[in-house]
């Protein structure tokens, strides 16, 4: 495109993977469209998406079940999480209390998942849960789910918190939901 797109780029990477899976960029100026910025944050085209784990997550705790899970909308208030899931533990401490898990928005714990052929025998997109959930052990393992103030006043982002909840408890998990 032909806008300004100097930033942030926020690199995926996957515990226990060298390489950087993809990046998001938050642009400093987005473009404004009724008075609210517009393709703040910005992926590649034609990306699925993604689990943001920040940095410093451990490959042995995504099937340590005992170890809690926060997930949360967006990868800066992941990174803030991860940083609160250690504070004040010490330098001994061999985990954290938690650790975060983050989407990209409410709904982008789904995507295209495959293909598939409709009744009239033409080919579409075929949508559900994206295959990053199926990395981390869910079964007993206790789940916070904290999105955005708005969870509880918009509708869609409700939803999205309300069938999060439901596919995570049918992989065994042990939901909880925060309001602000």
Known sequence: GSGNYAGVAI?????????????????DNPEYENGRPKQKYMA?????????LPVGIEVAWLTD???PIVMTEGEFKAIALMRAAGSGLGESAERPRFYPVA??????????????SNEDGVRVDEKGPIPDLGRIAWKDRTVTII??????????????RWQLARELQ???????LFSW
């Open 11 to 27: 690199p995926y990477i996957w515990p226990g993977e060298l390489y950087v899976r993809d990046y998001r960029i938050r642009r």
């Open 44 to 52: 590649p085209p034609g990306r699925g998406n993604f689990l943001y």
């Open 65 to 67: 079940t005992a170890l």
């Open 103 to 116: 989407l990209s928005g409410a709904w982008n714990w789904r995507g295209v998942v495959g293909k598939t």
């Open 147 to 160: 999105f955005d103030r708005d969870a509880d006043s918009n509708e869609s982002v409700g939803a999205a």
């Open 170 to 176: 049918t992989r065994g998990a042990i939901v909880k």
